[in-house]
């Protein structure tokens, strides 16, 4: 079956540092790969998507790559700030499936 | 943006008694979901509903859950009798054609924590 496996936080970093948020999968055919971000007392929102491999997703400063020679798809962002503070989850859909296989989510906490 | 919307935001409720959460997708989207996420875990799909019944569920949603859609907005879970398990983040989600894989895009609510004592 398909499964997410996501980088356990939480991850605390200051204002303008590095981000890395590793997720790597397991999926039946050629999925397609999100990562989805839940600000405080918000809903899930798509953050990014890449739909096949070395498709690079990005938005609001984020990246992630399509790496199907590792199953892996990280999340980037080379200078956080405070407003980044949020959980972020990887999650993948496979086929024509109609139901997203989440990661446990990656608590990030940016500090001024 | 468009918003789904979840009431309540908290519930607390005793093991046994039965529980209502509700959401309103938006207006115009005909595919709806529930999912849910244990403190730790991982967010996990149970239901996917089009149609007025359900198009796809997975193995936690069993007899003691359901799914209904009362009137032309809201769309609603049941539990019938809670268990200490149950307690979780429930999200709903609504979609416009439930092809997720490309262009679509899941529309997610706040979430309702539910804890049962």
């Known amino acids: 079956g398909n499964s997410v496996t996501q980088m356990e936080g939480p991850v605390t970093l200051s204002e303008e540092a590095f981000l890395t948020i590793n997720c790597t999968y397991t999926?039946?055919?050629?999925?397609?790969l999100f990562w989805y971000v839940q600000y405080p007392g918000e809903g899930l929102q798509l953050l990014l998507k890449?739909?096949?491999?070395?498709d690079k997703g990005s938005n609001k400063g984020f990246e992630a790559t399509y790496r199907k020679e590792t199953t892996s798809f990280h999340l980037e962002k080379g200078s956080v700030q405070v407003s980044d503070s949020a959980v972020y989850f990887c999650a993948l859909i496979s086929g024509s499936a109609r139901q997203l296989t989440f990661g446990s989510g990656t608590q990030l906490t940016v500090l001024p | 943006e468009p918003e789904v919307t979840q009431t309540p935001s908290h519930q607390v409720t005793q093991m046994g008694q039965e529980v209502i959460l509700r959401c309103v997708p938006i207006s115009n989207h005909l595919y709806f979901y529930w999912y849910r996420q244990i403190l730790g875990q991982k967010v996990e799909f149970l239901v996917s509903?089009?149609?007025?019944?359900?198009?796809?569920k997975s193995e936690i949603f069993d007899d003691q859950f359901s799914v209904e859609r009362p009137d032309g907005s809201n769309f609603t879970l049941k539990i019938r009798s809670t268990k200490l398990e149950d307690s979780a983040m429930y999200f709903c989600?609504?979609?416009?054609?439930?092809?997720?894989?490309?262009?679509?895009?899941?529309?997610f609510g706040s979430g309702t924590q539910l804890s049962v004592l």
């Open positions: 890449a739909t096949k491999a070395d």
């Open positions: 989600a609504s979609s416009s054609s439930g092809i997720l894989a490309k262009n679509e895009k899941l529309f």
């Open positions: 999926a039946t055919g050629y999925p397609s």
């Open positions: 509903f089009y149609n007025n019944e359900i198009s796809e």
